[in-house]
Nanobody, 121 residues
Framework: VQLVESGGGSVQSGGSLRLSCAAS????????VGWFRQVPGKQREFVSSIRPDGATTYGDSVRGRFTISRDNAKNTLYLQMNSLKPEDTTTYYC????????????????WGQGTQVTVSS
């Protein structure tokens, strides 16, 4: 199983970035997939998830600014991040779960290596 994130980088406050996560080694279309983020020294924070049927959930801190989507034909997960703030600066992780989606980081099956997002003021 592999989850490979891309699209991170540096942007000014108010800017946008689009993260991608290429999945392989499992039946992507049947899994809940999502994004977490983690500041060093803190627990991973739920960002967003999307069910196989396309239903989405967002964390309070990103709702209205971030949009999650998936392309099952390409086995790829996306996170469109708009109106970025300095407090969004951290490492973002792609994750997958064979059961129903969850906001708890320790219940997910697979994780990517992470991609860094830096938002300057």
């Amino acid at each position: 199983v592999q989850l490979v994130e891309s699209g991170g980088g540096s942007v000014q406050s108010g800017g946008s970035l689009r993260l991608s996560c290429a999945a392989s080694g499992f039946t992507f279309s049947t899994y809940c997939v999502g994004w977490f983020r983690q500041v060093p020294g803190k627990q991973r924070e739920f960002v967003s998830s999307i069910r196989p049927d396309g239903a989405t959930t967002y964390g309070d801190s990103v709702r209205g600014r971030f949009t999650i989507s998936r392309d099952n034909a390409k086995n790829t997960l996306y996170l469109q991040m708009n109106s970025l703030k300095p407090e969004d600066t951290t490492t973002y992780y792609c994750t997958a779960r064979s059961r129903s989606c969850s906001v708890w980081h320790d219940t997910w099956d697979y994780w990517g290596q992470g991609t860094q997002v830096t938002v300057s003021s």
